[in-house]
């Protein structure tokens, strides 16, 4: 006779219970969905929607790039950010990664356009022409601008490209002022997630239900408080014990855990 033990689904956690709490950072208050992290489970955002608090400061990582959090608008789907290794000035970035969106999550703002910075590149000519700064924490190597989304010249070692607000763009202050340039990155740009998720929300609030994600189907859903059970103290597992042996005998044993 063989004893084989199968376990079945666990009990699973509290969302409707968890996922009231909202996320709350430095001075952000009471964010929620399509939002998860620290104290809200991942059953409670989007996947790629991850909220990180630091010191005080929201942070969110896209396509491998640390922004932090300006602002958040749920009603009309807009995320200010602002790059994280810009925050000390265009010399600091450790990666030369371009801030690019996934196209499925998000949409730039409108208004904004590409600017690239070339690093290590070799000096111009003619020295101190608009567009061109020297970088001294990269051995002395200048670092230019032109529009665009481009990638790096054969003079060039690495190039990174940034959402600029077209306003900006065509003041000259940008192109000869190196703390105007990092002022105006710092400012940063506004994306706009994809998805009625505020639509959404609203209905399932009416509802009486607390917004979520189901990880298993990868769609939003709807917690409502007779979705799942509680043990004050213990959790129950199921699990299923198949006897064989001259006959086969199913035996459910529930066990305190």
């Known amino acids: 006779m063989v004893f084989v033990e199968i376990p079945l689904s666990q009990c699973h956690d509290d969302f409707y219970s968890t996922c009231r709490k909202m996320f709350s950072c430095g001075n952000f208050t009471n ?29 969110i990582e896209i396509m491998k790039v640390n922004y932090s959090v300006l602002y958040v608008d749920s009603n009309s789907q807009i995320l200010k950010i602002s790059r994280e290794d810009y925050r000390d000035g265009i010399c600091s970035p450790v990666n030369y990664v371009s801030s690019t969106l996934d196209p499925t999550l998000f949409d730039f703002g409108p208004g904004y356009q590409n600017l690239t910075l070339f690093y290590g590149c070799a ?13 001294d924490l990269v051995n002395g190597d200048v670092v230019h ?15 990174v490209f940034v959402p600029m607000p077209k306003a900006s763009l065509v003041q ?3 192109w000869i002022s190196l703390s105007k340039l990092e002022e105006t990155i710092r400012d940063g740009f506004e994306v706009r997630w994809k998805g009625d998720t505020a639509g959404y929300c609203n209905h399932c609030k009416e509802s ?8 298993n189907s990868n769609t939003p859903t709807c917690y409502h408080d007779n979705d799942h059970y509680t043990e004050p103290s213990r959790k129950l597992n199921r699990r299923l014990v198949v006897v064989i042996g001259m006959r086969i005998t199913i035996i459910y044993i529930y066990i305190y855990i």
Do not use: Q
């Open 208 to 215: 009486m239900g607390v917004c979520g994600y189901d990880l």
């Open 123 to 135: 000096p111009y000519p003619i020295p101190h022409i608009p567009g061109e700064f020297t970088c």
């Open 31 to 59: 964010i929620d969905f399509p939002f998860w992290g620290d104290i809200r489970p991942s059953g409670c955002g989007y996947p790629r929607l991850k909220l990180h608090c630091e010191r005080s400061v929201t942070t």
């Open 145 to 159: 601008l032109e529009l665009g989304a481009h990638g790096p010249p054969k003079d060039c070692n690495a190039s």
């Open 172 to 174: 000259p202050e940008i």
